[in-house]
C-alpha cells in the first residue's frame, strides 16, 4: 500500500491499441448511441419505447436470444470434451487436434455455406444419415431453419469455445485429478468437483465470446436462413442499407449491444458466484 | 500372493525401450514404514503409482489386505498418496480439501466436520481449516496434504518425496512429526525418497532400488552394516572403497591386492577374481591396530561438529575416508597418515560390471 500509485510505463505499450479502438470503434459507437437517443435534436428516449411498444420487435430479440443461446450451448457441448482432449493428448495427436481446430478459421464464411447447403439441404448427409439410422421417416431440409442456422453457426465459432478452455485446463496440475482418484473420487465425482470448477474461468470466456458472436452475426443468417427470419443484427443491418431508417438501426443496435453486455457480464458474475460457493 | 498385507510381485513396466521397473517383489506387514530409496530413475516412482493404482504394470500382481487389486482402479483401492507437489484443491479451503475424500466416499455429513477437525488438528492445522489454499506455506500445504490423505482412514498411504520442496531444517521436524502420527494412527506407508538420511530416519525397512529393481530391503542398520550390493554401499552411507584382485582364498577369507596393498575380507571368490572392497569410515581407526593397514597422504580434513571426516589420496578407482572424533596433532594436507581396520568390516563385492 506504501507504493505509490503512479502509471506503469509498460502500460503505454497498450497506447496503440486504445488509440485504434477509440477512432476506429468508440467515437461512431458514441455517435450511434447519441443517434439513437437524439431524435429530431432533443434527447428522447422515445425511439426506445416505439421500438419495445411493437410485438415485431419482441420476436426479434426473442429470435436472437434463443439462437445465441443454442449456438453457445452446442459450442460448449462440442468445444469442453474437445477441449479436455486436447489438454490430455501430447506430440502429434495433439498438434493434430489443434490444426483440426484452427485450420477451419482460415476458411471464409461464404466457402462454409457451399459446405453446409451439401449437408442440410433435403437430400443432404445429415437428412440420408438420420434417413439411414431411421430416425426420420422422411427426408427434411435443414437449410432455411433455425436448426441449420445453429449448426452452421457452431461450425464457425466452435473454435473460440475450445481454445479459452484448453488454454485453462492446460494449466491445471494433472495430479489433483489423481489426488482426488486416490481419495475416492469416481470419474464422474472428479469431473464436477475439480475439472469443471477449475475450468470455470475458460468457460467463461468462451461463452462469452460465442454468445457476443453468435448474438451478432449477420452474414451466417443472410446465409443459412434468408429475410424471413430476423434478429436484431440482421434487423440493424436492413434497417440502415435497406430501409434507409438509421433512427431504427440506431435503436436495434444498442438493443443488441446492452444485451450481450448484460448476458457476458452476467455469466461472469454467476460464474464468480458458483466457482466461489461450492 | 498369501505373505504380507501388501505384497507386489514381479511387477514390470517398460516405456518403450526403456524397462524402469524389472520384475520387483516386495511385501509389507501391516503397520509398517517402507521407505523406497534410490536415484532418479531408478523405478521408485513407477512402483508407487502402480500400487496407487494411477498406472497399470505391464506384468505382475498387486495384492492388499488378502484382494487382488492389480486391475482396480485408484477410487476403489484404499490407498491414498501424499504427491511431491501436494496437489491441493486451489479452489477449496483448507477444510474442505481434507473433507473431500469423506464427501466422494459419500460419508454422512454429520461426521465429516469432526473428522476434519481431528485431523486437522493431529497435524497442527486447526487454526487454518477456512483458510485459503494459496495463503499456505510449503510446510503447512505438507501437512493438509497429510491430513487429506489420511482422514479418509486409507489401508495404505504412499508418500511421494513429501519433503523435498521444504527446506532442510523443517524437514527434520517434519519427518519427526510425520512418523510419530503415522504411528498414531497406525498406518501403513510407503515412503519414497532419494534422501539417504530421511530414508535412514523414518522407516521401519528400507527397499533400495537400481535400475528397476530392489537391490536390497532390509532394516536401515543392517541396510548400512551389511549393504548387498555395491550400489547399496555407495548409496546408503558413505564408504571408502578400493579395487583388486583375489589372489588367495582360504577358510571364508579372501586376500585382495590393492593399489595400497593387500587388504583381507570375509567372502568366497576365486582368486584372479575383479571385486571391490568397501569399509565405513566410522570402522577405520588411525593406527595399526586393525588387520587391515595401508597408509595415505591427507587431502582434506571436512570438520562436521562430532566428528571430523578425512579425505585421502587414493587410486583412481577408489576412495578413501575415515570419520574420527578428532583430527590427529600435525596433521594436515599432505601428511601421510596410517590406518587400519579388521577383517570383519570388510566388504567384498564382486567389481561392477558397469564400470564402462
Known amino acids: 500500500m506504501s507504493t505509490s500509485r503512479r502509471l506503469d510505463p509498460v502500460l503505454l505499450l497498450a497506447l496503440p491499441a486504445v488509440l485504434y479502438l477509440a477512432i476506429i470503434y468508440g467515437v461512431p459507437l458514441m455517435m450511434l448511441l447519441g443517434r439513437s437517443v437524439l431524435s429530431g435534436g432533443t434527447p428522447s428516449l422515445a425511439p426506445f419505447a416505439a421500438f419495445l411498444s411493437d410485438p415485431f420487435s419482441w420476436t426479434v430479440i426473442g429470435n436472437t436470444l434463443r439462437i445465441a443461446v443454442l449456438v453457445t450451448l452446442l459450442c460448449l457441448l462440442i468445444g469442453y470434451p474437445t477441449a479436455l482432449a486436447l489438454s490430455r493428448a501430447r506430440g502429434a495427436t495433439q498438434a493434430l487436434i489443434l490444426v483440426a481446430i484452427i485450420l477451419p478459421l482460415s476458411v471464409g464464411v461464404v466457402v462454409k455455406a457451399f459446405a453446409w447447403q451439401i449437408v442440410l439441404r433435403r437430400d443432404g448427409v445429415v437428412s440420408q444419415l438420420m434417413m439411414g439410422l431411421g430416425l426420420w421417416s422422411e427426408p427434411q431440409r435443414l437449410l432455411f431453419t433455425e436448426a441449420g442456422l445453429v449448426i452452421g453457426a457452431a461450425n464457425v465459432f466452435v473454435p473460440f469455445m475450445v481454445l479459452p478452455i484448453y488454454s485453462v485446463l492446460k494449466l491445471v496440475d494433472p495430479r489433483l485429478g489423481e489426488a482426488a482418484a486416490t481419495l475416492g473420487a469416481s470419474p464422474l465425482y472428479r469431473f464436477f468437483k475439480v475439472a469443471l470448477p477449475l475450468s470455470l474461468p475458460g468457460i467463461v470466456t468462451g461463452v462469452a465470446f460465442v454468445f457476443s458472436m453468435a448474438a451478432s452475426m449477420y452474414v451466417i443468417p443472410n446465409l443459412l436462413i434468408g429475410d424471413r427470419f430476423q434478429t436484431l443484427a440482421t434487423l440493424t443491418g436492413r434497417s440502415f442499407l435497406f430501409m434507409r431508417n438509421e433512427q431504427l438501426g440506431s435503436t436495434t443496435a444498442v438493443v443488441l449491444l446492452v444485451l450481450t453486455v448484460a448476458v457476458v457480464v452476467g455469466s461472469a458474475a454467476l460464474s464468480k458466484r458458483l466457482g466461489g460457493a461450492s | 500372493m498369501s505373505q504380507g498385507f501388501l505384497s507386489v510381485a514381479g511387477a514390470a513396466k517398460t516405456f518403450g525401450a526403456a524397462t524402469v521397473l524389472d520384475g520387483v517383489d516386495l511385501a509389507m506387514a501391516r503397520g509398517e514404514f517402507v521407505s523406497l530409496l534410490g536415484p532418479s530413475g531408478c523405478g521408485k516412482t513407477t512402483l508407487l503409482r502402480i500400487v496407487a493404482g494411477l498406472m497399470r504394470p505391464d506384468q505382475g500382481r498387486v495384492a492388499l489386505d488378502g484382494q487382488d487389486i492389480t486391475m ?45 477437525r481431528r485431523f486437522l488438528d493431529l497435524v497442527q492445522m486447526g487454526a487454518y481449516a477456512e483458510r485459503s489454499i494459496k495463503a499456505l506455506s510449503g510446510g503447512q500445504q505438507q501437512r493438509v496434504a497429510v491430513a487429506r490423505a489420511l482422514v479418509v482412514g486409507p489401508k495404505l498411504l504412499l508418500l511421494d518425496e513429501p519433503f523435498s520442496a521444504l527446506d532442510r531444517k523443517l524437514r527434520e521436524t517434519m519427518q519427526i512429526d510425520l512418523k510419530r502420527l503415522l504411528r498414531e494412527v497406525g498406518t501403513t506407508a510407503i515412503f519414497v525418497t532419494h534422501d539417504q538420511d530421511e530414508a535412514l530416519t523414518m522407516s521401519d525397512r528400507i527397499a533400495v532400488m537400481h535400475r528397476g529393481r530392489i537391490e536390497q530391503l532390509d532394516t536401515p542398520a543392517a541396510i548400512y552394516a551389511k549393504p548387498a550390493t555395491p550400489f547399496a554401499l555407495g548409496f546408503v552411507g558413505l564408504s571408502t572403497r578400493l579395487a583388486g584382485t583375489v589372489t588367495d582364498s582360504t577358510d571364508g577369507i579372501v586376500t585382495v591386492a590393492t593399489q595400497a596393498g593387500p587388504l583381507r575380507g570375509p567372502g568366497h571368490f576365486l582368486p584372479g577374481s575383479p571385486v571391490l572392497l568397501g569399509v565405513r569410515p566410522e570402522r577405520i581407526t588411525l593406527d595399526h591396530g586393525g588387520a587391515n593397514r595401508i597408509e595415505a597422504p591427507l587431502a582434506d580434513a571436512a570438520f562436521q561438529g562430532a566428528r571430523v571426516q578425512l579425505h585421502f589420496q587414493a587410486p583412481p578407482d577408489g576412495q578413501i575416508l575415515v570419520e574420527t572424533p578428532s583430527l590427529p596433532a600435525a596433521a594436515g594436507p599432505g601428511t601421510s597418515l596410517k590406518m587400519s581396520w579388521a577383517i570383519d568390516d570388510t566388504l567384498v563385492y564382486p567389481a561392477p560390471a558397469e564400470a564402462a
Open chain 2, 72 to 116: 482396480l482402479p485408484p477410487h476403489r483401492r484404499d490407498v491414498s498418496v501424499v504427491f511431491q507437489s501436494y496437489a491441493l484443491f486451489p479452489h477449496l479451503s483448507v477444510a474442505e480439501n481434507v473433507a473431500f475424500g469423506l464427501r466422494a466416499r459419500g460419508a454422512p455429513s454429520g461426521e465429516i466436520a469432526p473428522a476434519v
